[in-house]
Protein backbone atom coordinates (compact mmCIF):
# COMPACT_ATOMS: atom_id res chain seq x y z
CA UNK A 1 0.00 0.00 0.00
CA UNK A 2 1.73 3.20 -1.32
CA UNK A 3 1.53 6.93 1.09
CA UNK A 4 -1.03 8.30 -1.83
CA UNK A 5 -3.72 5.48 -0.79
CA UNK A 6 -3.17 5.80 2.85
CA UNK A 7 -3.73 9.59 2.31
CA UNK A 8 -6.98 8.58 0.34
CA UNK A 9 -8.12 6.33 3.02
CA UNK A 10 -7.70 8.59 5.49
CA UNK A 11 -9.45 11.38 3.70
CA UNK A 12 -12.46 9.00 3.38
CA UNK A 13 -12.21 7.55 7.25
CA UNK A 14 -12.78 11.28 8.15
CA UNK A 15 -15.50 11.66 6.07
CA UNK A 16 -17.03 8.41 6.91
CA UNK A 17 -16.53 8.69 10.46
CA UNK A 18 -18.34 12.41 10.73
CA UNK A 19 -22.20 11.03 11.26
CA UNK A 20 -20.91 8.28 13.41
CA UNK A 21 -19.31 10.66 15.36
CA UNK A 22 -21.88 12.98 15.60
CA UNK A 23 -24.80 10.69 16.70
CA UNK A 24 -21.84 9.21 19.24
CA UNK A 25 -21.84 12.66 20.93
CA UNK A 26 -25.50 12.76 20.84
CA UNK A 27 -25.99 9.61 22.54
CA UNK A 28 -23.16 10.27 24.58
CA UNK A 29 -24.99 13.45 26.32
CA UNK A 30 -28.72 11.34 26.58
CA UNK A 31 -27.15 8.21 27.82
CA UNK A 32 -25.44 10.47 30.26
CA UNK A 33 -28.38 11.72 31.38
CA UNK A 34 -29.57 8.18 31.87
CA UNK A 35 -32.29 8.02 29.16
CA UNK A 36 -31.25 5.24 26.62
CA UNK A 37 -31.83 6.61 22.84
CA UNK A 38 -32.00 3.80 20.49
CA UNK A 39 -33.57 6.13 18.11
CA UNK A 40 -30.58 7.71 17.11
CA UNK A 41 -30.95 5.36 13.85
CA UNK A 42 -34.21 7.25 13.09
CA UNK A 43 -33.42 10.56 14.33
CA UNK A 44 -30.51 10.89 11.56
CA UNK A 45 -32.78 9.39 8.87
CA UNK A 46 -35.60 12.13 9.49
CA UNK A 47 -33.22 14.61 9.41
CA UNK A 48 -31.38 13.39 6.33
CA UNK A 49 -34.52 13.51 4.60
CA UNK A 50 -36.04 16.79 5.83
CA UNK A 51 -32.03 18.38 5.02
CA UNK A 52 -32.14 17.51 1.56
CA UNK A 53 -35.81 17.81 0.47
CA UNK A 54 -35.81 21.18 1.86
CA UNK A 55 -32.63 21.89 0.06
CA UNK A 56 -33.80 20.64 -3.06
CA UNK A 57 -37.23 22.32 -2.95
CA UNK A 58 -35.53 26.02 -1.85
CA UNK A 59 -32.00 25.59 -3.02
CA UNK A 60 -30.64 26.15 -0.12
CA UNK A 61 -28.39 24.26 2.18
CA UNK A 62 -28.58 26.18 5.03
CA UNK A 63 -32.54 25.87 4.70
CA UNK A 64 -32.04 22.23 4.72
CA UNK A 65 -30.01 21.67 7.63
CA UNK A 66 -32.40 23.88 9.86
CA UNK A 67 -34.81 21.69 8.51
CA UNK A 68 -33.13 18.24 9.36
CA UNK A 69 -32.05 19.52 13.05
CA UNK A 70 -35.54 20.66 13.55
CA UNK A 71 -36.96 16.73 12.28
CA UNK A 72 -34.65 15.53 14.53
CA UNK A 73 -35.35 17.57 17.57
CA UNK A 74 -39.12 16.95 17.40
CA UNK A 75 -38.18 13.57 17.16
CA UNK A 76 -36.44 13.83 20.39
CA UNK A 77 -38.90 15.77 22.12
CA UNK A 78 -41.35 12.90 21.24
CA UNK A 79 -38.82 10.20 22.88
CA UNK A 80 -38.53 12.97 25.89
CA UNK A 81 -42.39 13.10 26.59
CA UNK A 82 -42.34 9.40 25.80
CA UNK A 83 -39.77 8.57 28.35
CA UNK A 84 -39.32 10.85 30.95
CA UNK A 85 -43.12 12.49 30.92
CA UNK A 86 -44.69 9.41 30.54
CA UNK A 87 -41.90 7.03 31.75
CA UNK A 88 -42.37 4.67 29.30
CA UNK A 89 -40.31 2.35 27.76
CA UNK A 90 -37.25 4.16 26.69
CA UNK A 91 -35.90 1.27 24.19
CA UNK A 92 -39.82 0.93 22.69
CA UNK A 93 -39.58 4.30 22.44
CA UNK A 94 -36.86 4.51 20.53
CA UNK A 95 -37.54 1.32 17.74
CA UNK A 96 -41.21 2.97 17.24
CA UNK A 97 -39.39 6.20 16.25
CA UNK A 98 -36.86 4.13 13.93
CA UNK A 99 -40.23 2.67 12.38
CA UNK A 100 -41.72 5.90 11.97
CA UNK A 101 -38.81 8.11 10.26
CA UNK A 102 -38.05 4.62 8.15
CA UNK A 103 -41.79 4.88 6.75
CA UNK A 104 -41.99 8.07 7.17
CA UNK A 105 -39.37 9.57 4.98
CA UNK A 106 -40.03 7.33 1.88
CA UNK A 107 -43.89 8.11 1.81
CA UNK A 108 -43.30 12.07 1.87
CA UNK A 109 -40.39 11.66 -0.29
CA UNK A 110 -42.50 10.02 -2.79
CA UNK A 111 -45.72 12.41 -2.67
CA UNK A 112 -43.42 15.14 -3.18
CA UNK A 113 -41.29 14.01 -5.98
CA UNK A 114 -42.42 10.56 -7.19
CA UNK A 115 -38.87 9.40 -7.51
CA UNK A 116 -39.06 6.08 -5.37
CA UNK A 117 -38.73 7.43 -2.24
CA UNK A 118 -35.68 9.49 -3.43
CA UNK A 119 -35.17 13.31 -3.29
CA UNK A 120 -33.70 14.97 -6.68
CA UNK A 121 -30.01 14.88 -6.92
CA UNK A 122 -28.36 18.24 -4.83
CA UNK A 123 -25.87 21.00 -5.83
CA UNK A 124 -24.73 24.13 -5.98
CA UNK A 125 -25.69 25.66 -3.00
CA UNK A 126 -28.33 22.91 -2.04
CA UNK A 127 -24.89 21.21 -0.96
CA UNK A 128 -22.32 21.72 1.14
CA UNK A 129 -19.06 22.60 -0.54
CA UNK A 130 -15.90 21.58 0.59
CA UNK A 131 -13.08 23.98 2.45
CA UNK A 132 -9.72 24.12 2.42
CA UNK A 133 -7.68 24.58 6.14
CA UNK A 134 -5.04 27.62 5.56
CA UNK A 135 -1.76 27.18 4.20
CA UNK A 136 -2.99 24.22 2.67
CA UNK A 137 -1.88 24.42 -0.79
CA UNK A 138 1.29 26.22 0.67
CA UNK A 139 2.20 23.36 2.46
CA UNK A 140 1.02 20.49 0.38
CA UNK A 141 4.66 20.41 -1.16
CA UNK A 142 6.16 19.48 2.18
CA UNK A 143 7.19 15.76 2.44
CA UNK A 144 4.52 13.23 4.37
CA UNK A 145 3.14 16.73 7.07
CA UNK A 146 2.13 18.25 3.61
CA UNK A 147 -0.23 15.81 2.00
CA UNK A 148 -1.68 14.66 5.09
CA UNK A 149 -2.61 18.08 6.09
CA UNK A 150 -3.47 19.73 2.78
CA UNK A 151 -5.15 16.24 1.49
CA UNK A 152 -6.51 14.54 4.50
CA UNK A 153 -7.39 16.99 7.22
CA UNK A 154 -8.56 19.73 4.45
CA UNK A 155 -10.86 20.01 1.95
CA UNK A 156 -14.09 18.77 4.25
CA UNK A 157 -17.27 19.87 4.50
CA UNK A 158 -18.24 22.69 7.29
CA UNK A 159 -19.97 20.05 9.35
CA UNK A 160 -16.80 17.70 9.30
CA UNK A 161 -15.37 20.12 11.17
CA UNK A 162 -18.04 20.89 13.43
CA UNK A 163 -18.21 17.44 14.53
CA UNK A 164 -14.41 17.35 14.99
CA UNK A 165 -14.61 20.33 17.57
CA UNK A 166 -18.02 19.15 19.20
CA UNK A 167 -15.61 15.98 21.01
CA UNK A 168 -13.71 19.00 23.06
CA UNK A 169 -16.50 20.70 23.42
CA UNK A 170 -18.44 18.02 24.60
CA UNK A 171 -15.70 16.77 27.09
CA UNK A 172 -15.72 20.91 28.42
CA UNK A 173 -19.47 20.98 29.19
CA UNK A 174 -19.65 17.10 30.96
CA UNK A 175 -16.65 17.78 33.02
CA UNK A 176 -15.85 21.01 33.73
CA UNK A 177 -19.41 22.94 34.18
CA UNK A 178 -21.98 23.05 36.82
CA UNK A 179 -24.55 21.60 33.88
CA UNK A 180 -22.41 18.71 32.91
CA UNK A 181 -21.68 17.66 36.80
CA UNK A 182 -25.94 17.41 36.89
CA UNK A 183 -26.12 15.52 34.16
CA UNK A 184 -23.84 13.33 35.11
CA UNK A 185 -25.16 13.34 38.34
CA UNK A 186 -28.76 12.83 37.10
CA UNK A 187 -28.20 9.55 35.44
CA UNK A 188 -26.29 8.05 38.12
CA UNK A 189 -28.62 8.73 40.83
CA UNK A 190 -31.31 11.10 40.31
CA UNK A 191 -33.17 10.93 43.46
CA UNK A 192 -29.85 12.64 44.93
CA UNK A 193 -29.97 15.10 42.51
CA UNK A 194 -33.80 15.96 43.14
CA UNK A 195 -32.69 16.32 46.92
CA UNK A 196 -30.10 18.89 45.98
CA UNK A 197 -33.83 21.01 44.64
CA UNK A 198 -32.26 20.27 40.90
CA UNK A 199 -35.20 19.34 38.44
CA UNK A 200 -34.38 15.90 36.87
CA UNK A 201 -37.01 16.62 34.20
CA UNK A 202 -35.47 19.67 33.41
CA UNK A 203 -31.90 18.11 33.05
CA UNK A 204 -33.05 15.44 31.22
CA UNK A 205 -35.07 16.83 28.40
CA UNK A 206 -32.17 19.27 28.08
CA UNK A 207 -29.56 15.84 27.47
CA UNK A 208 -32.49 14.99 25.07
CA UNK A 209 -32.32 18.22 23.12
CA UNK A 210 -28.57 17.97 22.58
CA UNK A 211 -29.14 15.01 21.48
CA UNK A 212 -31.40 15.97 18.86
CA UNK A 213 -29.53 18.74 17.71
CA UNK A 214 -25.96 17.06 17.05
CA UNK A 215 -28.27 13.52 15.50
CA UNK A 216 -29.96 16.07 13.05
CA UNK A 217 -26.47 17.47 12.03
CA UNK A 218 -25.27 13.80 11.87
CA UNK A 219 -28.13 13.26 9.34
CA UNK A 220 -28.06 16.62 7.46
CA UNK A 221 -24.31 15.49 6.53
CA UNK A 222 -25.15 12.22 5.43
CA UNK A 223 -27.90 13.56 2.71
CA UNK A 224 -26.00 17.13 2.28
CA UNK A 225 -22.67 16.41 2.43
CA UNK A 226 -21.41 13.62 2.05
CA UNK A 227 -23.93 12.70 -0.07
CA UNK A 228 -25.91 13.94 -2.86
CA UNK A 229 -29.27 13.67 -1.66
CA UNK A 230 -31.67 11.14 0.19
CA UNK A 231 -31.73 7.67 -0.41
CA UNK A 232 -34.19 4.92 1.32
CA UNK A 233 -32.83 4.14 4.34
CA UNK A 234 -29.47 5.71 3.81
CA UNK A 235 -28.45 5.77 7.58
CA UNK A 236 -27.48 1.77 6.96
CA UNK A 237 -27.77 0.85 10.80
CA UNK A 238 -25.29 3.82 11.14
CA UNK A 239 -27.40 4.82 14.61
CA UNK A 240 -26.53 1.39 15.49
CA UNK A 241 -23.16 1.72 15.02
CA UNK A 242 -22.40 5.05 16.85
CA UNK A 243 -24.26 3.07 19.66
CA UNK A 244 -21.76 0.17 19.63
CA UNK A 245 -18.82 2.66 19.45
CA UNK A 246 -20.48 4.70 22.45
CA UNK A 247 -20.26 1.81 24.43
CA UNK A 248 -16.53 0.91 23.09
CA UNK A 249 -15.96 4.44 24.56
CA UNK A 250 -17.58 3.94 28.01
CA UNK A 251 -19.33 6.90 27.44
CA UNK A 252 -16.71 9.30 26.94
CA UNK A 253 -15.80 11.88 24.68
CA UNK A 254 -12.61 11.31 23.73
CA UNK A 255 -12.44 7.64 23.02
CA UNK A 256 -15.78 8.01 21.15
CA UNK A 257 -13.85 9.93 18.80
CA UNK A 258 -11.21 6.96 19.16
CA UNK A 259 -14.13 4.41 18.23
CA UNK A 260 -15.87 6.04 15.56
CA UNK A 261 -12.43 6.91 13.41
CA UNK A 262 -11.91 2.84 13.76
CA UNK A 263 -15.61 2.11 12.24
CA UNK A 264 -14.76 5.19 9.40
CA UNK A 265 -11.70 3.03 8.63
CA UNK A 266 -13.21 -0.23 8.63
CA UNK A 267 -15.73 1.25 6.12
CA UNK A 268 -13.40 3.47 4.11
CA UNK A 269 -11.48 -0.11 3.47
CA UNK A 270 -14.41 -1.90 2.80
CA UNK A 271 -15.17 0.64 0.20
CA UNK A 272 -11.60 0.88 -1.57
CA UNK A 273 -10.73 -2.90 -1.75
CA UNK A 274 -12.59 -5.39 -3.35
CA UNK A 275 -10.81 -8.23 -0.83
CA UNK A 276 -7.90 -8.30 1.31
CA UNK A 277 -4.68 -10.52 0.22
CA UNK A 278 -3.12 -12.08 3.53
CA UNK A 279 -0.21 -14.06 3.04
CA UNK A 280 -1.98 -17.68 3.02
CA UNK A 281 -4.87 -16.47 1.92
CA UNK A 282 -7.47 -13.85 0.31
CA UNK A 283 -10.79 -11.82 2.48
CA UNK A 284 -13.53 -11.93 -0.03
CA UNK A 285 -15.20 -8.55 -0.61
CA UNK A 286 -18.46 -9.64 1.18
CA UNK A 287 -16.78 -10.28 4.50
CA UNK A 288 -15.05 -6.40 4.12
CA UNK A 289 -17.89 -5.16 3.17
CA UNK A 290 -19.29 -6.46 6.71
CA UNK A 291 -16.03 -5.56 8.62
CA UNK A 292 -17.74 -2.65 10.76
CA UNK A 293 -20.85 -4.62 11.36
CA UNK A 294 -19.09 -7.63 12.52
CA UNK A 295 -16.90 -5.08 14.69
CA UNK A 296 -20.43 -3.44 16.37
CA UNK A 297 -21.67 -7.45 17.35
CA UNK A 298 -19.08 -8.21 18.69
CA UNK A 299 -18.73 -4.69 21.09
CA UNK A 300 -22.27 -5.36 21.83
CA UNK A 301 -21.47 -9.13 22.67
CA UNK A 302 -19.20 -7.72 25.05
CA UNK A 303 -15.62 -9.25 23.75
CA UNK A 304 -13.73 -5.75 24.09
CA UNK A 305 -14.39 -5.65 27.45
CA UNK A 306 -16.67 -4.80 30.32
CA UNK A 307 -18.75 -1.20 29.78
CA UNK A 308 -20.23 0.04 32.74
CA UNK A 309 -23.20 2.28 31.78
CA UNK A 310 -24.36 5.12 33.91
CA UNK A 311 -26.86 3.19 36.81
CA UNK A 312 -29.54 5.11 35.98
CA UNK A 313 -29.80 4.09 32.47
CA UNK A 314 -33.40 2.99 31.18
CA UNK A 315 -35.17 3.44 34.46
CA UNK A 316 -37.50 5.94 34.38
CA UNK A 317 -37.49 8.36 37.70
CA UNK A 318 -40.45 8.26 39.75
CA UNK A 319 -40.06 11.30 42.28
CA UNK A 320 -40.20 10.54 45.85
CA UNK A 321 -43.41 12.41 47.97
Not at 5 to 10: A, D, E
Not at 35 to 49: C, V
Request: charged share 10%; glycine share 12%; proline share 4%.
Amino acid sequence: MDFLTIIQIGDSTIRLATPLLLACLAGLFSERSGIIDIGLEGKMLISAFFSAAVAALTGSVWLGLLAGVAAAVIFSLIHGLASITFRGDQLISGVALNFLASGMSVLIAQDIFAQGGRTPSLSGDARFASLDLPFAEALSGVPILGPIYSDMLSGHTILVYVALLAVPATWYVLFRTRFGLRLRAVGENPGAVDTAGVSVKRLRYGAVLICGLLSGLGGAYLSTGLAAGFTQEMTAGRGYIALAALIFAKWRPWQALGACLLFGFLQAVSNRFNSIDLILFEIPNAFVLALPYILTVVILAGFVGRAVPPRAGGTPYVKER
